[in-house]
C-alpha cells in the first residue's frame, strides 16, 4: 500500500509528513517545552508549523477524541504565538484603540478580564489569522496560529509599532485542557478556577505555576487554555496528567475535534482569498465596528466587508455531510447533478462523536442551505452529500 | 513459520489451493492509525499485479492498497463495512480485505517470506 499520490513503501500519509519516533528528521525543527514529556509518552512527532508535534500518543486518535469528549484531555499547544500589546495610552486602552485599525472587532469595548475572537484582514478584507485576543488589564494578550505567527508579528509591526509596545512570548508555554472534566480537574489545583465562564480570563497559581488561564478552547467542549512559562510548563503537563481524568491529546485528535465543532483551521477553511463574510464568521464581526456601529470601518479591507454585509456573498463555508461512509476531505469537488462544479471541500475526515464522516466547505451561496443535495466526486465515483449545520456535535461552553 | 508473503507495500499475501488472501500486515496497520473506511474491489474485477485495488482511510488520510499478483477478484470481506476497525484488531484474521484467484502460483513465491519482511521493516526504521 502507498500513501495516496505515489507508489512508496508506507510512510504515514498524515497532512504534514512525519517524523521518526526516535529523533528529528530534519534540524530546522523546533521543539516545544513538553518535548521530552512526548517522547516518554510515546508520542508520533510530525513537523507542524515549524515544530515537532505529537499527532498522537499510544491510544491513537479516535481514542483520545473520544476520551476528550468524555473526560479531560490535555494538549501542547506551545507552537501558537502569544504576544502582547501594551502602552500607547492607560491601561492598554490605546493599544487596543491601535489593534482596532487591524481587526473588524471591538477591542476598546471588550472589558477586563475577557477574551473575544478575532480575525486579521488585509486591504481586500481577507483573513490573514484568526486570533484571540484578551484584555489582560495593563495589556493585551493575543494568540495567533503557531504558522502565521512570524507574518501575524510582522503585521502588528508594520502598522502598529509607533502606537503601542509589541511583545512576543517565547518564553511562554500553552497548554489546554479540554473536556467535560476539565474544570473538576483544574478546581481540584486551584479553587478559583471553575468560577470562570467561558471566554474569560484571569492570572492564577496552578500547582505552583504563575499562569493565565482562559475559559476558552478549539474543542468545542469547555476547556480552559493555560499559558505558562516555559521552565514551568512540564511539571504543570505532569501534575495534570497525575489526575485520573487527563489523558495527553495530539494533534491529530485536536483536529478531528475541531471540524466536529465547526471550527475553522487557517489555510484550509480559510485563507486570505477569504473574507469573513464568505467563511460565514459574520457572527465575529463586531456591531461596534459595523456600518451603523460605534466606531464603523477602521481597520484593513473594511471597505469591502461592509459591502459584502450589504449585499452578500457569492460562496460561503458551510458544513457537508457525506451520506455514505466514505470520508471527503479537503479538495473533493462539491458538484451539481449535471456534474457542475459548485465548491469544493476545505477540511473532512471521520468524526469520531459522530461515528461518520464529516466535512466542511465553500458553495454557490445558492445551494448553502442545510439539507441541499450534492454529490462530491471522489476517485471517480460521485458521493452524495448534504449540506448540514455546524456544528455537528453540540458545543458545551460554561456560560456559568 | 507461517505461509504468508508480503510485497514492501506491507501487503500479506496467504495462499490456500488457488485463492490468495489479501491483507495488510500489523506494521502497516500501526503506522495507518485507526482505520475508518475500507473501500473494497468488486468481485469478478480482474487486476494485473501492481494495480490499485483497495483504499484504506484513517482518521487522516487515505492510503491505496494495490494488487500484489495478478488475478481475479472472488471475495471481498464485508464485515470491513460495518467494523473497519478489523484492520487494526486482526489485520491477518478478520481484517482481510479480498480474495484473488491467481493465474500464477510462482507469483506468490517471489514475494518476501516472514523473515525477509521482518528484516525489511527493520531496515525502515
Known sequence: MAAAGGR???????????????????????????????????????????????????????????HTRNAA??????????????????????????????????????????QRYALFTNDHGGILDDLMVTNAGDHLFLVVNGACKAQD?????????????????????????????????????????????FMTAARVEIAGADCFVSRSGYTGEDGFEISVPAARA???ARR????????????????????????????????????????SLTWALSKARRRDGARPGGYLGAEAVMDQLAHGVARRRVGIRPEGRAPLREGVELIDEDGRALGRITSGGFGPTTGAPVAMGYIETAWAQPGTKLGASLRGKVHPVEVA????VPQRYYRG | MSARRYTEDHEWVLLEGGTVSVGISDHAQEQLGDVVYVELPEEGVTFAEGDQAATVESVKAASEIYAPVAGEVVEVNGALSDDP???????????????????DADAVAKLMDENAYKEYVESLQ
Not at chain 1, 517524523?19 to 518535548?35: A, C, D, N, W, Y
Request: aromatic content about 6%; hydrophobic content about 45%; overall charge negative.
Open chain 1, 8 to 66: 512508496a513503501a508506507l510512510s504515514l500519509s498524515w497532512e504534514f509528513g512525519a517524523v521518526s519516533q526516535s529523533g528529528s528528521q530534519s534540524g530546522e525543527l523546533k521543539q516545544t517545552p513538553l518535548h521530552a514529556l512526548h517522547q516518554e509518552l510515546g508520542a508520533r512527532m510530525v513537523p507542524f508549523a515549524g515544530y515537532q508535534m505529537p499527532v498522537q500518543y499510544r491510544d491513537g486518535i479516535i481514542k483520545e477524541h473520544r
Open chain 1, 73 to 114: 484531555g490535555l494538549f501542547d499547544v506551545s507552537h501558537m504565538g502569544q504576544v502582547r500589546l501594551s502602552g500607547g495610552g492607560r491601561g492598554g486602552g490605546g493599544a487596543a484603540a491601535a489593534l482596532e485599525r487591524l481587526v473588524p472587532v471591538d477591542v476598546i469595548g471588550l472589558a477586563e478580564g475577557r
Open chain 1, 153 to 197: 508579528l510582522a503585521h502588528l509591526r508594520q502598522h502598529l509599532s509607533a502606537d503601542c509596545t509589541i511583545e512576543p512570548l517565547p518564553e511562554q508555554a500553552l497548554l489546554a485542557l479540554q473536556g467535560p472534566q476539565a474544570a473538576a480537574v483544574l478546581a481540584r489545583l486551584t479553587p478559583g478556577l471553575a468560577e470562570l465562564v
Open chain 1, 234 to 236: 512540564e511539571a504543570l
Open chain 1, 240 to 279: 495534570l496528567l497525575a489526575e485520573p481524568e487527563v489523558a495527553p491529546i495530539g494533534l491529530g485528535a485536536r483536529d478531528s475535534l475541531r471540524l466536529e465543532a465547526g471550527l475553522c483551521l487557517y489555510g484550509h477553511d480559510m485563507d486570505a482569498e477569504t473574507t469573513p463574510v464568505e467563511a
Open chain 1, 389 to 392: 449545520k455546524l456544528p455537528f
Open chain 2, 85 to 103: 476497525s478489523l484492520v487494526n484488531s486482526d489485520p491477518f484474521g478478520n481484517g482481510w480485505f479480498f480474495k484473488i484467484k491467481i493465474a
